[in-house]
Nanobody, 124 residues
């Protein structure tokens, strides 16, 4: 299983970015895909997840209403659309996969595969 995250960058507060996570090596229809973020000196925290088979989504309270997670079956890719970005959203963002396809899981220990991070920086 390989997960390739991309789409990070520098954006002003209030702006938008879309992150992509290209998945390969398995059929992901039974997986749950998650997004996490981490800033130096802090633990990696849950951002959002989507159950691939049914499209159910889950969000951290801090991003609810601003971020949207979605998947494209044809491209085997998961997206994180980030709108109304705030400086506190600055972090390295990681995509991850839970091979059991569970919903509402927010612990890093419940995800089995990880992509490399992509840096998101929001300037004030």
């Amino acid at each position: 299983v390989q997960l390739q995250a991309s789409g990070g960058g520098l954006v002003q507060a209030g702006g938008s970015l879309r992150l992509s996570c290209a998945a390969s090596g398995r059929a992901f229809s039974s997986f749950t895909m998650g997004w996490f973020r981490q800033v130096p000196g802090k633990e990696r925290e849950f951002v959002a997840s989507i159950i691939w088979s049914v499209g159910s989504t889950y969000y951290a309270d801090s991003v609810k209403g601003r971020f949207t997670v979605a998947r494209d079956n044809a491209k085997n890719t998961v997206y994180l659309q980030m709108d109304s970005l705030k400086p506190e959203d600055t972090a390295v963002y990681y995509c991850a996969a839970d091979q059991y396809g569970r919903g509402g899981r927010s612990s890093v220990y419940e995800y089995h595969y990880w992509g490399q991070g992509t840096q998101v920086t929001v300037s004030s």
